[in-house]
Nanobody
Framework: QVQLVESGGGLVQAGGSLRLSCAAS????????MGWFRQAPGKEREFVAG????????RYADSVKGRFTISRDNAKNTVYLQMNSLKPEDTAVYYC?????????????????WGQGTQVTVSS
């Protein structure tokens, strides 16, 4: 089992940047592919970005390609989401999640462990 705690959310103006962090504890962090998801009010949870165990492979939703970057530091048991050029439609609760898989998947049902989420609000 792994415990996940997100941080770094907040209020930012459109065009601004935020960096989210997700700290993991428990089982070996490198055993998990990691993902970031988000959920806006009244909408389903959607995939944002994912990264493989080693960090060598990444995957992004089309809506964030070129603006968001996922990375991980296995020595610090932490995964990051750098978000640039933020738009009001990026407003959501952002969750990190862990998947005991080698590949990077986008389906939330594949992920076994979830953090509590951090709110990101982008004002226009």
């Amino acid at each position: 089992q792994v415990q996940l705690v997100e941080s770094g959310g907040g209020l930012v103006q459109a065009g601004g940047s935020l960096r989210l962090s997700c700290a993991a504890s428990g089982r070996t962090f490198i055993s998990y592919a990691m993902g970031w998801f988000r959920q806006a009010p009244g909408k389903e949870r959607e995939f944002v970005a994912g990264i493989s165990r080693s960090g060598g492979n990444t995957r992004y939703a089309d809506s964030v390609k070129g603006r968001f970057t996922i990375s991980r530091d296995n020595a610090k048991n932490t995964v990051y989401l750098q978000m640039n050029s933020l738009k009001p439609e990026d407003t959501a609760v952002y969750y990190c999640a862990a998947d005991e898989a080698i590949a990077v998947f986008a389906a939330p049902q594949r992920f076994d462990f979830w953090g509590q989420g951090t709110q990101v609000t982008v004002s226009s």
